[in-house]
T-cell receptor, first 117, second 112 residues
Framework: DAGVIQSPRHEVTEMGQEVTLRCKPI?????LFWYRQTMMRGLELLIY????????DSGMPEDRFSAKMPNASFSTLKIQPSEPRDSAVYFC???????????????FGAGTRLSVL | SQQGEEDPQALSIQEGENATMNCSYK?????LQWYRQNSGRGLVHLIL???NEREKHSGRLRVTLDTSKKSSSLLITASRAADTASYFC????????????WGAGTKLIIKP
């Protein structure tokens, strides 16, 4: 398996533009997580899905952020309009649910480094 | 809010020395995990220790867990330059619906 795939790896945009980040989880994984990482705030959970359904979006900072998971193999995180304070590295991670807690391991993509000018 | 807190925030040692990082957490857990993040990369799972375990080994890694003190430590023996990375602990807290709660990380630098 190729692992969690995120695109693009880098995104530079101007304030006010729409940004769409993409994620392909590991096949067969039924949980998908979107995180944001900054020096100031560390790793923050934005939203997570189970079987394509959003379970907890309490970490989404504002209405400018939205996430979708139309099928088991694809998710998007959209920021509209983008602002300079959205500059961060955004990670997608997936996980296989299991009664055995040993399966609660998250697999991360390489991240998208977003710069909003 | 983050449950795990690592210390030290940064650690710089000579190659070949042992590196020890600590993690404290607040609530009851199912397990505790350690992840590594190389510069510009995603996090990679290193090792998981369950709440009923006290110590676990994987290669040059040794993890201990003290649930009475709500703390864990990660020991990397015979460090190598390639171990330079940030290390994060993450707790799988009970009643968390399997979310992981992340610490702020320890930045480890191995000097050749």
């Amino acid at each position: 398996d190729a692992g969690v795939i995120q695109s693009p790896r880098h995104e530079v945009t101007e304030m006010g533009q729409e940004v769409t980040l993409r994620c392909k989880p590991i096949s067969g994984h039924d949980y998908l997580f979107w995180y944001r990482q900054t020096m100031m705030r560390g790793l923050e959970l934005l939203i997570y899905f189970n079987n394509n359904v959003p379970i907890d979006d309490s970490g989404m900072p504002e209405d400018r952020f939205s996430a979708k998971m139309p099928n088991a193999s694809f998710s998007t995180l959209k920021i509209q309009p983008s602002e300079p304070r959205d500059s961060a590295v955004y990670f997608c991670a997936s996980r296989l649910q299991g009664a055995d807690s040993g399966k609660n391991i998250q697999y991360f993509g390489a991240g998208t480094r977003l710069s909003v000018l | 809010s983050q449950q795990g807190e690592e210390d030290p925030q940064a650690l710089s040692i000579q190659e070949g020395e042992n590196a020890t990082m600590n993690c404290s957490y607040k609530t009851s857990i199912n397990n505790l995990q350690w992840y590594r993040q190389n510069s510009g990369r995603g996090l990679v799972h290193l090792i998981l220790i369950r709440s009923n375990e006290r110590e676990k080994h994987s290669g040059r890694l040794r993890v201990t867990l003290d649930t009475s003190k709500k703390s864990s430590s990660l020991l990397i023996t015979a460090s190598r330059a390639a171990d330079t990375a940030s290390y994060f602990c993450a707790t799988d807290a009970r009643h968390s619906n399997y979310q992981l709660i992340w610490g702020a990380g320890t930045k480890l630098i191995i000097k050749p």
